[in-house]
């Protein structure tokens, strides 16, 4: 337990870094108070939910560890795992870089509105852990995994996708950049081809997926997609 608990906080320290460095040497700067906060109503979240999740489903802990490229199991989503990184950390790196240039500029209070919007997102990911101690790193059907149709599952299939999408359009305008949105684009791509390989091994896995997906018609967005 205490080796699943060192492995989430070495990630969390891992990722913080990372973006850190991203944000301000693309910026140029420390004085960068939208990159401050956006990173700060990051990582607080974040970390609250792991601290959550590690005292109360360590198994659900352990399955969100299991995570990243290698340790997917098809080829086709070592694929979009690479590029949904690489565009998860554009998604810091281009408006840090809109900063520094000055290519564009939002008010405060869009700024604001972008932190919302990942909270929002974060909102969504602790309610989808609280409802599914399934909800693994990578594409895989857990030894006596059930259907979960409870919760936000009663409204679109993946929710935790939903979170994901919310909170990565919020991050650009949080940290003060119009040209940062563009990264939008290619992570709904990923995301899009990520769910829909996702569902089809599910249908073929998963006792009861299939049914699921005729009553539960939205991937996404309710009444939408």
């Given at each position: 337990m205490?080796?699943?608990?060192?492995?989430a906080?070495?990630?969390?320290?891992?990722?913080?870094?990372?973006?850190?460095?991203?944000t301000f040497?693309?910026?140029?700067?420390?004085?960068?108070w939208?990159?401050?906060?956006?990173?700060?109503?990051?990582?607080?979240?974040a970390?609250?939910?792991?601290?959550?999740?590690?005292?109360?489903?360590?198994?659900l802990?352990?399955?969100r560890?299991?995570?990243g490229?290698?340790?997917?199991?098809?080829?086709?989503?070592?694929v979009a795992?690479?590029?949904?990184?690489i565009v998860?950390l554009?998604?810091?790196?281009?408006?840090?870089?809109?900063?520094?240039?000055?290519?564009?500029?939002?008010?405060?209070?869009?700024a604001?509105?972008?932190?919302?919007?990942?909270l929002?997102?974060?909102?969504?990911t602790?309610?989808?852990f609280?409802?599914?101690t399934?909800?693994s790193?990578?594409?895989?059907?857990?030894?006596?995994?059930?259907?979960i149709?409870?919760?936000?599952?009663a409204m679109?299939?993946?929710?935790?996708?939903?979170?994901?999408?919310?909170?990565l359009?919020?991050?650009?305008l949080a940290?003060?950049?119009?040209?940062?949105?563009?990264?939008?684009?290619?992570?709904?791509?990923v995301?899009?081809?990520?769910?829909?390989?996702?569902?089809?091994?599910?249908?073929?896995?998963?006792?009861?997926?299939?049914e699921?997906?005729?009553?539960v018609?939205?991937?996404?967005?309710p009444?939408?997609?």
């Amino acid at each position: 337990m205490k080796d699943l608990h060192r492995k989430a906080l070495i990630g969390i320290l891992r990722t913080l870094v990372i973006l850190v460095a991203t944000t301000f040497i693309s910026a140029g700067t420390l004085h960068y108070w939208q990159g401050w906060t956006c990173l700060a109503v990051f990582f607080v979240p974040a970390s609250a939910i792991s601290a959550y999740v590690a005292k109360h489903d360590p198994a659900l802990l352990e399955r969100r560890l299991k995570a990243g490229p290698k340790a997917e199991k098809q080829a086709v989503q070592k694929v979009a795992q690479v590029v949904a990184s690489i565009v998860f950390l554009a998604d810091f790196f281009l408006p840090a870089l809109d900063h520094r240039f000055g290519w564009s500029s939002v008010p405060a209070w869009a700024a604001i509105l972008g932190d919302v919007l990942v909270l929002a997102g974060f909102a969504i990911t602790f309610a989808v852990f609280k409802e599914n101690t399934y909800t693994s790193g990578i594409i895989e059907v857990a030894e006596n995994q059930k259907v979960i149709s409870t919760g936000p599952y009663a409204m679109v299939r993946h929710p935790l996708y939903s979170g994901a999408l919310i909170m990565l359009f919020g991050i650009p305008l949080a940290m003060g950049s119009l040209w940062g949105l563009l990264t939008f684009i290619p992570m709904t791509i990923v995301i899009v081809w990520r769910l829909l390989d996702e569902e089809k091994f599910l249908a073929a896995h998963l006792v009861g997926y299939t049914e699921y997906m005729a009553r539960v018609r939205c991937r996404l967005a309710p009444s939408i997609w």
